[in-house]
């Protein structure tokens, strides 16, 4: 239920997807989704994408500054249905400030960011209506302590999609079986593994259907022994077709499921490319010294 | 992530550390040398602290102590009224005023996280004013000014009583509210956030929640604080309906021309604020245990 076929989103509930409808068989299956119709298990892969509509996540000349630092500069990306993007770099780099802008938690100083599309920056956005479609994994899980695990996972649910109590509780089972934590449902956070707390958090935001979901150093915080479990949570949503943009300093992790590698270095795009490329033969110097520095460790 | 501290007054710590130096006094062989002079010492300090205490005791005059505090006949006689009257009213205003402060207070420390500039301007200007006068001046200013002012009467024989005390004590409470609200991480309302909830149901049901487990142990002695300010309502004037315990204990000594009314009052009050104390100083710990 991961795939990104099953895009179980709501298809912005506005006039816009009306029109986007016409032309992406994929809305449909939005509205589906939206009615409550949607069914959790795969649907068929062999949906056809217009290649402009495919580009879930496009940055456009991004920028941001807090006071005089810039923080990022003249940042162009686009991020493919389906595909999954490495964004390495050094501490400082800006790595995590890129990923908050792609779910507005951070607004660019100049440039845009636009979502399926939609340029977050338009007054005419509605944030939290882009926000259920973008997922996003902390690097401090940041699990709701006052509910259970099941509630974690059911909150946003019943509050921005009001899925009723006992739907979103189904989900909720569903996708705490995925990452493989069905057993744990009436804990709270606080009794939980690290490693377990951060699939909690992969869950909570899958839950939502997501087509994007973002992973800011989501096992930085994790002592060694507890960082396979949600690689491999990761690994598995990557094969399943998720798209994915994935700040990470585990190099493995990259070279395997990355189909793009993008070095990020003072806020600047040194170099994007294949992991092939990027991390065996970087062309930029500051990307070996990277790379060095990094697989020393 | 530390939970506010009392925003009103200090508060002594407890002191059970006097007891277990007492029972180590006499066992102190064993013990290496330095610790064993430190015993010594305290020792000393112990002896000298029960002579002086011995000698200022025999010194006081407790025929006329007993007389003037404690009369057996009027200690009787103040009940069972300073029961069923005095504390009734104490513990009416003190609810009413406390549920009114509460709600009051949750609705400022909410307008000092506004995202209008208007409304954070207008809380912090409420709370700085009503922190910043005595609380007398206050429920004087409410109780008789706002009835003067708007032509209005505060309706209820609580009414006018409840409602200043609710004024008063929404500062305090709005200051701990807020302290409350940003010792929840600030991750937890991005989570929120990121999952698509509005600004208002990620307040309402992710960042109040775990506020409001942080702040009642400060909002239970908040509720103490404002339990002793209900003396200050005889300022308002009070009739024999809304007598409350301090303004009860001050007739009757009048009366009776003998202390003895406000020892009894005395006593009721503490029968009432140990055990809240006690409950707030539970719940603190408690929180700080599940925090660690
Ligand atoms: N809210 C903020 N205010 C000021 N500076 C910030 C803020 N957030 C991030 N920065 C700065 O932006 C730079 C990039 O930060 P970040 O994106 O967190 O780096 P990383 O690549 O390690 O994730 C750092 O120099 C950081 O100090
Ligand atoms: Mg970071």
Known sequence: MFGRKNLGDDGGGSGKSGEREKENPREQNREAHRQGKEDLSLLSSDQVFSPETSSVVHLIELRKLFGDLVVLDRVNLSVQAGEVVCVIGASGAGKSVLLRCVNGLEIPTTGSVRIHGEDLSSPSCDIDQVRRRVGMVFQQFNLFPHLTVLGNVAIAQRKVLRRSRGEAEEVAMKVLGRVGLAEKVGEYPGVLSGGQQQ??????????????????????????????????????????????????????????????????????????????????????????????????? | ???????????????????????????????????????????????????????????????????????????????????????????????????????????????????????????????????????????????????????????????????????????????????????????????????????????????LPQAFRIVIPPLTNELVLLLKDTSLLYALGTTDQTRELIKFGRDEMTEKFNVTPLIVVGLVYLVITLPLTRVAAWLERRARLSRE
Not at chain 2, 146 to 162: E, H, K, N, S
Not at chain 2, 181 to 188: L, S
Request: with cysteine; hydrophobic share 50%; glycine share 8%.
């Open chain 2, 1 to 207: 992530m530390h939970p506010p501290s009392d925003t009103r007054r200090g508060r002594s710590k407890g002191h059970a550390e006097g007891r277990t130096a007492w029972s180590r006094v006499f066992s102190s062989a064993d013990l290496p040398p330095r610790q064993r002079r430190a015993r010594r010492r305290h020792f000393l300090v112990y002896l000298v602290t029960v002579l002086f205490c011995v000698w200022w005791i025999r010194s006081a005059d407790w025929e006329t102590l007993r007389d003037a505090f404690f009369e057996p006949e009027i200690f009787r006689e103040q009940f069972p009224e300073v029961l069923t009257q005095a504390a009734r009213n104490t513990l009416w205003f003190t609810l009413l005023g406390f549920s009114g402060g509460l709600t009051l207070g949750l609705f400022l420390a909410l307008m000092r996280f506004s995202d209008m500039r208007l409304y954070r301007w207008a809380a912090s200007v409420f709370v700085e004013v009503v922190r910043g006068l005595p609380a007398l001046l206050t429920i004087f200013l409410v109780g008789y000014g706002i009835p003067l002012a708007f032509d209005v009467r505060i309706p209820g024989i609580y009414g006018p009583g409840a409602f200043s005390l609710a004024i008063v004590s929404s500062a305090y409470i709005a200051e701990t509210i807020r302290a409350g609200i940003e010792a929840v991480p600030k991750g937890q309302m991005e989570a929120a956030r990121s999952l698509g909830m509005p600004r208002g149901v990620s307040m309402t049901f992710i960042v």
């Open chain 1, 199 to 297: 699939r909690v958090a992969i869950a909570r935001a899958l839950a939502m259907q997501p087509d994007i979901m973002l992973f800011d150093e989501a096992t930085s915080a994790l002592d060694p022994e507890l960082v396979g479990e949600v690689l491999s949570v990761m690994r598995d949503l990557a094969a399943e077709g998720m798209t994915m943009m994935v700040v990470t300093h585990e190099m493995g992790f990259a070279r395997q499921a990355a189909d793009r590698v993008v070095f990020l270095q003072g806020g600047v795009i040194r170099e994007e490319g294949p992991p092939a490329q990027v991390l065996d033969a970087p062309l930029h110097e500051r990307t070996q010294q990277f790379l060095r520095r990094v697989l020393s460790r």
